[in-house]
């Protein structure tokens, strides 16, 4: 599986267990949301190590452009809020510096 699509999923897994526990706590939603919240949230962290990457925190600060790009079509797609241009702007920004990382030439 390409990196990109392990980033795009494991950014739907962190998000949707996230999401649960918001629902949980903030929208009075069932406690029993929290369990397919701690599964999706496992699922996130299972999903980073499968990054090719020499180091770990190269491999998160690259998935956080995507993170916040998918969180921000999450808003839209799930939340029905449709993100303005400086949100737009913004993760065009963050992705941008995840390409640099992710795509620049390391030496060692």
Do not use: H, N
Request: glycine content about 8%; aromatic content about 14%; hydrophobic content about 60%.
């Amino acid at each position: 599986m390409s990196a990109a699509l392990i980033y795009l999923f494991a950014a739907l897994a962190e998000i949707a267990g996230c999401f649960a526990f918001w629902s949980w706590l903030k929208l009075g939603k069932s406690v029993l949301w929290v369990v397919p919240g701690t599964l999706a949230l496992a699922a996130f962290a299972v999903l980073l190590t499968k990054i090719d990457s020499s180091f770990a925190g190269r491999a998160y600060a690259a998935y956080g452009g995507v993170y916040i790009a998918s969180s921000l079509a999450w808003m839209w797609i799930i939340e029905g809020q449709r993100p303005d241009r400086w949100d737009v702007i913004g993760a065009a920004i963050c992705l941008t510096g995840a390409a640099v990382i992710l795509l620049s030439p390391r030496t060692s």
